[in-house]
Nanobody
């Protein structure tokens, strides 16, 4: 079965950290570009971080220096390490896997940053 399953979200205080995971199945993971997106209530979905098939990474300006994307091709999993979390980081975080002719999304995991 082709799917992406995110985990690791939750409630965290400002300044705290979380690590999100996205486990892929049914695809040749190593050839896919992987990305983390987030969508806050009433907002458009935005790209947070990406890791292409060669392992090159990019980050949005809002998370650069605080978030780190990494991938483990042996485990078919991409991670998002989030440090120094702030209330503005509150959103549903989605994983995406894409390549030519294929575009997959996970169901999302909620991250809430609040005291």
């Amino acid at each position: 079965q082709v799917q992406l399953v995110e985990s690791g979200g939750g409630l965290v205080q400002p300044g705290g950290s979380l690590r999100l995971s996205c486990a892929a199945s049914g695809i040749t993971f190593r050839v896919y570009n992987m990305g983390w997106y987030r969508q806050a209530p009433g907002e458009q979905r935005e790209l947070v971080a990406s890791s292409n098939a060669w392992g090159n990474t990019e980050y949005s300006n809002s998370v650069k220096g605080r978030f780190t994307i990494s991938r483990d091709n042996a485990k078919n999993t991409v991670y998002l390490r989030m440090n120094s979390l702030q209330p503005d980081d509150t959103a549903v975080y989605h994983c995406r896997a894409n390549r030519a002719g294929s575009d997959l999304w996970g169901q999302g995991t909620q991250v809430t940053v609040s005291s």
